[in-house]
C-alpha cells in the first residue's frame, strides 16, 4: 500500500469529524469554557473515530484500486463528490454560524447530498477525463491535509489529560450553615433575553402576562435600564463582579480572564471580589442554578448549592457522555453520521427544552431550601429557540419568542408560588432581571421568524432590559423612568447583603444619591 493512500485516508477521516474536534481548537477556549472539564473519555472516544475512519477510508481506497476501469471511475468520482460534499458542508456550517447562528440548513444539506451523489455519477460518463483530473486533485489535497493531525492528535490528548480543579462540576455543594447570619432571603431571577419593552410597554396582540405586569405594580422598577453589553457571557459576569468587560478568554482549564480597558491589559477574573464572596464572607449561605455560563466550575468555593446546565459538543447529542468510556463514545460519531444524511439530528428546540426542564427541577430546590439565603437563578426562557405552545399551554419543541414570553411569565408564576409557599417567604426580597432585551438583528433571517414575531418587534432592536426589586410585603409600586446603568443591579445587591437595603424606602434613598 503507497504512503499516499494512507495519507488520504487519514485526510478524509479529519474532514468527516471535522466538525467534533472543531470545538477543542477555539483560541479563546470558547466552546470549552461554556462544556466544561473533564473530557477525557470525550476526547477519547473521538480519538477511536478518527482511527477507526482512517482505516475505513484508507480500506476503501486501497480497495478501489482492484475494480474494473469503469468502477473505479464512478467510485473517484463518488468519492470526489463525497468530499466535496463534506468541504461546502463544513464550509457553510462555518459561515452560517458566525453570520447567522440561527439559521436553519437542513434543506441545504439535503439538496447539497443529493447533488454529490447524483452530479459526480453524471460527469464519471460524460466528462471523464475531468472527472479523472477532479478526483485525483481531491485525494492530493486529502493527503496534504493529513499533515495537520500532526498537531489536532497532540492537542486532543493534551486536553484529554488535562484533570479540573475540585470544584470544576457540574452541581457542587459546600456545607450550609445551620443558621445564616441575616434572617432576609434575596432570590435574584434573571430570564434570558427578555425585553422590558415587549413585557410592560408593546406586549404583542393577545398577550396577556398576568405575573409579571401584577409583580412590577408592586415592586421598585427601572424603565430606561442601559444595558452592559449584548452577550451574554460578557454580562451575567460584569453584574457579578461588578465591573463591566467586553472581551474575555479562558484558559483550557477554565480560568476566566478579561479585559481591562482601563489598565489595557488582560486581568484574571478574581471571584473573591465577586458577589458570591460578598455573600459568603457576610454569612449569606448561597445556591445557584443556570445554564450557558459554567457557574459551578467559577464560584463552586463560595457556593452551598449549584447546578448548571452546560453546552453540549455534537457528539453528546448522539449519546457520547464523560461518564461512558472511550469505547462507548466512540459509537456516537456513526449514529452522527447517519443523523446527518438522514436529516434527524437533534434540534435546538428539543435541547433547549430539555435544558430548561432541568434548570427548572434545581430551581425548586434551592427554593425549598430555607438554609440558603441568596439564591442566583438564571433560567433560559424567554430566549429563542420556541419551546412553548401559548394556545394549549404546553410544552413543546417550536413555536415563538412571543410563545417564550409566555413561558416566561408562567415560570415566574411558578417560582413566586413556590417562594411564598417557604417559611421564609415574608423575610424574602425578589429580584427579576434579564441580561439584555429581545436582540432581533440575531434572528429576523432565520427561516422560522414569524410575520407575529415581525410585527411585535417592528423590525426594531429596543435594547431595555428588565429590573424588578420586590421587598416583603411591598404593596404599591415605584418606577424610575432616568436612564440609569444596568451596573446598578450590582450595586444595589451589594448594599442588600451588607444589609443597608431592605425595604422601598432604603432603596429609594439609595436611588437618589446615584443622582436618579
Not at 482601563?262 to 445557584?288: C, K, M, P
Not at 404546553?394 to 413556590?418: H, K
Request: with cysteine; aromatic share 10%.
Amino acid at each position: 500500500m503507497k504512503m499516499r493512500v494512507l495519507l488520504e485516508g487519514i485526510g478524509a477521516a479529519l474532514l468527516l469529524l471535522f466538525s467534533d474536534y472543531l470545538p477543542f481548537f477555539n483560541p479563546t477556549n470558547h466552546d470549552l469554557f461554556h462544556h466544561g472539564l473533564p473530557v477525557t473519555n470525550l476526547i477519547g472516544g473521538l480519538l477511536f473515530d478518527l482511527l477507526g475512519v482512517s482505516i475505513l477510508m484508507t480500506g476503501m481506497l486501497v480497495a478501489a484500486g482492484y475494480l474494473p476501469p469503469i468502477l473505479q471511475r464512478l467510485f473517484n468520482a463518488m468519492f470526489a463528490g463525497l468530499i466535496l460534499w463534506r468541504i461546502v458542508n463544513v464550509a457553510i456550517l462555518v459561515l452560517f454560524r458566525l453570520l447567522f447562528p440561527v439559521a436553519r440548513l437542513e434543506h441545504l444539506w439535503e439538496n447539497l447530498l443529493l447533488a454529490s451523489i447524483l452530479l459526480p455519477n453524471a460527469l464519471a460518463f460524460a466528462l471523464p477525463r475531468c472527472t479523472h483530473l477532479a478526483a485525483r486533485a481531491t485525494r492530493l489535497t486529502l493527503a496534504a491535509s493529513a499533515l495537520s493531525a500532526c498537531w489536532i492528535v497532540p492537542q486532543l490528548l493534551y486536553l484529554a489529560l488535562i484533570r479540573p480543579p475540585v470544584q470544576n462540576a457540574v452541581a457542587a455543594h459546600l456545607p450550609a450553615p445551620a443558621q445564616s447570619n441575616s434572617s432576609q432571603r434575596i432570590i435574584w431571577i434573571l430570564f434570558d433575553e427578555l425585553s422590558y419593552k415587549q413585557v410592560f410597554e408593546a406586549p404583542p396582540a393577545g398577550l396577556t402576562l398576568p405575573n409579571l405586569h401584577q409583580l412590577r405594580q408592586n415592586s421598585f422598577s427601572f424603565s430606561n435600564l442601559r444595558p452592559v453589553g449584548f452577550r451574554t457571557d460578557r454580562i451575567i459576569p460584569s453584574l457579578i463582579l461588578g465591573r463591566r468587560f467586553d472581551k474575555f478568554r479562558s484558559s483550557v482549564n477554565g480560568e476566566l480572564s478579561y479585559w481591562d480597558e482601563s489598565q489595557n491589559r488582560w486581568t484574571e477574573y478574581d471571584i473573591n471580589e465577586t458577589l458570591f464572596a460578598l455573600a459568603h464572607s457576610n454569612g449569606w449561605a448561597a445556591g445557584v442554578d443556570g445554564w450557558f455560563n459554567p457557574y459551578c466550575p467559577i464560584f463552586a468555593p463560595l457556593l452551598n448549592a449549584c447546578y448548571w446546565s452546560p453546552d453540549v459538543f455534537p457528539l453528546e447529542e448522539f449519546g457520547a457522555s464523560e461518564d461512558n468510556s472511550a469505547l462507548v463514545n466512540a459509537a456516537a460519531a456513526p449514529k452522527q453520521l447517519w443523523a446527518t444524511v438522514t436529516n434527524r439530528n437533534a434540534t435546538d428546540e428539543e435541547m433547549h427544552l430539555m435544558r430548561f426542564r432541568n434548570i427548572m427541577a434545581h430551581s425548586g430546590a434551592l427554593i425549598e431550601n430555607s438554609r440558603l439565603r441568596f439564591i442566583f437563578l438564571h433560567l433560559p426562557v424567554p430566549h429563542p429557540p420556541g419551546i412553548y405552545d401559548r394556545q394549549r399551554r404546553v410544552l413543546r419543541p417550536g413555536g415563538s419568542y412571543i410563545d417564550n414570553l409566555a413561558l416566561a411569565d408562567e415560570t415566574l408564576g411558578t417560582l413566586l408560588r413556590e417562594i411564598d409557599a417557604t417559611p421564609s417567604a415574608s423575610q424574602t426580597t425578589v429580584i427579576v432581571t434579564s441580561d439584555h432585551s429581545w436582540r432581533i438583528s440575531l434572528y429576523r433571517d432565520a427561516e422560522d421568524w414569524s410575520a407575529e414575531e415581525e410585527s411585535a418587534s417592528g423590525g426594531v432592536f429596543d435594547d431595555r432590559p428588565v429590573l424588578l426589586i420586590h421587598f416583603p410585603g411591598q404593596q404599591s409600586g415605584h418606577d424610575v423612568p432616568a436612564a440609569i446603568s444596568e451596573m446598578i443591579e450590582h450595586d444595589v445587591i451589594v448594599e442588600m447583603l451588607r444589609g443597608k437595603i431592605d425595604n422601598q424606602q432604603d432603596l429609594a434613598a439609595f436611588v437618589a444619591q446615584q443622582g436618579h
